[in-house]
């Protein structure tokens, strides 16, 4: 999901060309029951909180550049 944010898909029509364009690589993952559904898919953006996204990846990337510049 964060990759089809990243990359800007915004309608479900471009959400839905990009995952069959990445159905190889999607078919590499131990999904037990099968690639989610639209809605599925769906269903999980709408829970997604864009404050709360948003404060995550700023923390995520603080840690990460944080780390990155330590010499070891």
Same mark, same amino acid.
């Given at each position: 999901?964060l990759?089809?944010?990243i990359c800007?898909?915004?309608?479900w029509?471009?959400i839905? !060309?990009f995952?069959n364009?990445? $159905?190889?690589?999607?078919?590499q993952?131990?999904?037990? &029951?099968?690639?989610?559904?639209?809605?599925?898919?769906?269903r999980?953006?709408?829970?997604?909180?864009? !404050?709360?996204?948003?404060?995550? $990846?700023?923390?995520w990337?603080?840690?990460?550049a944080? &780390?990155s510049?330590?010499v070891?």
């Amino acid at each position: 999901m964060l990759i089809v944010l990243i990359c800007d898909y915004s309608t479900w029509a471009s959400i839905t !060309k990009f995952g069959n364009l990445s $159905l190889k690589w999607f078919h590499q993952m131990p999904y037990k &029951q099968g690639i989610p559904t639209r809605h599925n898919v769906a269903r999980i953006i709408r829970m997604i909180k864009p !404050k709360s996204l948003n404060m995550l $990846l700023i923390t995520w990337a603080q840690a990460y550049a944080n &780390q990155s510049t330590k010499v070891p």
